[in-house]
């Protein structure tokens, strides 16, 4: 995918994560990190997306809410710790920066 692409769908991706509760989103200077579910009763499926800055580059995938419990943990005890700050998106003035990062790749 191009560059402009996946920065259009990293935008809708954010936009679905606000949208949808409970789900996560990270944003560090160097890559935005979602996770979330993609049907707000039943919450059996879960999208997990990053975003790197550097090179636009998306990963996305399904998961379970198991593997999405795991993969969290995951990217909390080894994406994080390098940080000072716990990048977790909790205003939506915090996320209209989020996109601005994400548009001036």
């Known amino acids: ?62 998961l379970t809410p198991k593997e999405a419990l795991i993969y969290l943990m995951e990217e909390i005890t080894h994406g994080l710790p390098e940080y000072a700050e716990l990048p977790i998106v909790l205003k939506i003035e915090d996320l209209d920066e989020v996109k601005k990062k994400i548009k001036g790749v």
């Open 1 to 62: 995918m191009s560059k402009d692409e996946n920065i259009s769908k990293m935008l809708k991706h954010i936009d679905d994560a606000w949208s949808n509760t409970p789900s996560i989103i990270i944003s560090t200077n160097d890559y935005v990190y979602c996770l979330f579910p993609t049907d707000s009763t039943s919450k059996e499926n879960w999208i997990e997306v990053s975003f790197t800055l550097q090179d636009a580059s998306l990963e996305k995938r399904t």
